[in-house]
């Protein structure tokens, strides 16, 4: 993880869903990929970024950023349709 020390964390992808950002957050953990999930939620204006935005954002190193969409892409295409 030493790597990723000097690098900067920039947004790589909008999250949908608390779930989906769990998910992700335990995948990445798994394969050691320094990243950080910020929801959009604000107790100030009761979630209303939350619907404009996304549930949330992940940010991560640039050099991260295929890798993390990959898995992303893994995680989203498991979920059964509703």
Not at 7 to 23: C, S, Y
Request: proline share 4%.
């Amino acid at each position: 993880m030493s790597q990723f020390r000097n690098q900067g964390f920039i947004r790589i992808v909008i999250l949908e869903n608390a779930i989906e950002a769990q998910l992700v957050g335990s995948v990445l953990d798994q394969h050691q990929i320094p990243h950080r999930i910020r929801s959009f939620y604000d107790t100030a204006y009761d979630g209303l970024f939350q619907v404009q935005k996304g549930w949330g954002e992940l940010s991560a190193p640039l050099s991260c950023k295929q890798e993390i969409i990959d898995i992303l892409n893994d995680i989203r295409s498991d979920q059964p349709d509703a």
